[in-house]
C-alpha cells in the first residue's frame, strides 16, 4: 500500500534567496537594505541567521583579521578563500564580494577575468569595485559579460595614498565630484553603490537622484540602505574606531575571559574531566 505522507509547516515561510532584482526593487519600495560583512562559515550563518539582505566578504578582511593597516595587502587567493567560506554556509542573503587592490585596475580583460573567477570558483553572486568616474569603463565591462557590480565610491580604501589617509570626502568642493561619480557608475551599469565617508547631505542628494540603491557607511541615514563591519558592530577591531561605527556588542571581554578560564582550569587539572573523555568499550561517543 502506497501511503501519501504531507508534511505541513506550522511556522512562518522560509526565507528565499536574496537577488539582484529583489535589492532593486527594495529602493522603488522605499524599504530599507542591510548590509554585514563577513569573512568565514560561522560568521555568514551568524549574520544571515540574522536577517541581512546583503553580506559582503569585504577586503576589510585584511584589515580586522590578517591584521593589515590598509586593505592594500589583501590578494584574490585570500578573497576567493574568504568568498568560499562564507558561500559554504548557503547565505539566503545575496553574496557580494570585494575585489581587491590590482586585481582590477590592470585593464579590462583583467577585470573581467578576476571577476569572473570570484563568481565562477569564489561562488559570489555579485562584486563590488572600488571607483567612480575614472573606472567607469570597468564597471561597464564587467557587467556587460553578466557580472553585477555594486560600485564604491567617496572614501575608497583602496586610495588611502592618495588622500592622504581614511578621510571624508565630499568636503571643499568636491560634492560635484562625488555627484559626478554616482551617476557614472550608475549610466555604467552598477546595480548598487556603496557610499563610505561623505556628507549626510551629499548623500541624501544622490540617493535622491540615483535610480539604483545607495548603501551607506558614515554616510548618514538617507542612503537606501546600510553596511557596517562585523567586527566593528561585536567590538573585536581595536585596531580602528571610526566615528560611524556604533558598537551592538562588546564581546572581547567575554572572549578574553573563556580563554583565562580555560587556561586556568587545564593548569589546575580541572579540565578535561571523565565527562570529556573517552572509554574503551562503547563507539557511542566516538564523537
Do not use: W
Not at 123 to 132: F, H, R, T
Amino acid at each position: 500500500m502506497n501511503v501519501l505522507i504531507l508534511f505541513v509547516s506550522t511556522g512562518g515561510c522560509m526565507k528565499k534567496k536574496m537577488t539582484i532584482p529583489e535589492i532593486l526593487k527594495m529602493k522603488q519600495n522605499g524599504q530599507r537594505i542591510t548590509v554585514l560583512t563577513a569573512y568565514d562559515f560561522p560568521f555568514a550563518r551568524l549574520v544571515d541567521g540574522g536577517g541581512v539582505d546583503i553580506i559582503l566578504v569585504g577586503d576589510s578582511a585584511g584589515v580586522v583579521v590578517a591584521g593589515h593597516d590598509t586593505t592594500l595587502p589583501v590578494t584574490m587567493d585570500e578573497m576567493l578563500y574568504h568568498t568560499r567560506a562564507v558561500v559554504r554556509a548557503d547565505p539566503k542573503a545575496l553574496v557580494v564580494a570585494d575585489m581587491p587592490f590590482m586585481s582590477y585596475q590592470t585593464g579590462i580583460e583583467d577585470a573581467c577575468r578576476n571577476c569572473g573567477r570570484m563568481i565562477k570558483e569564489g561562488g559570489a553572486q555579485a562584486v563590488k569595485i572600488e571607483g567612480g568616474s575614472n573606472l567607469a569603463h570597468v564597471i561597464r565591462a564587467v557587467s556587460a559579460i553578466d557580472i553585477p557590480v555594486m560600485a564604491h565610491i567617496g572614501l575608497t580604501p583602496q586610495s588611502v595614498h592618495r588622500m592622504g589617509g581614511f578621510r571624508v570626502q565630499g568636503r571643499n568642493g568636491q560634492a560635484e565630484r562625488i555627484m559626478d561619480d554616482a551617476l557614472a557608475v550608475q549610466e555604467a551599469g552598477a546595480f548598487a553603490v556603496t557610499l563610505e565617508g561623505i556628507p549626510a547631505a551629499l548623500a541624501a542628494e544622490i540617493s535622491a537622484r540615483l535610480t539604483i540603491p545607495t548603501i551607506g557607511i558614515g554616510a548618514g541615514p538617507s542612503c537606501d540602505g546600510q553596511v557596517l563591519v562585523i567586527h566593528d558592530i561585536l567590538g573585536l577591531c581595536e585596531k580602528y574606531s571610526p566615528k560611524f561605527v556604533k558598537r551592538y556588542s562588546d564581546l572581547a571581554p567575554l572572549i578574553s575571559a573563556a580563554v583565562t578560564q580555560y587556561v586556568a582550569e587545564v593548569r589546575s587539572g580541572e579540565f578535561p574531566t571523565e565527562e570529556h573523555s573517552f572509554s574503551c568499550g562503547s563507539d557511542e561517543d566516538n564523537q
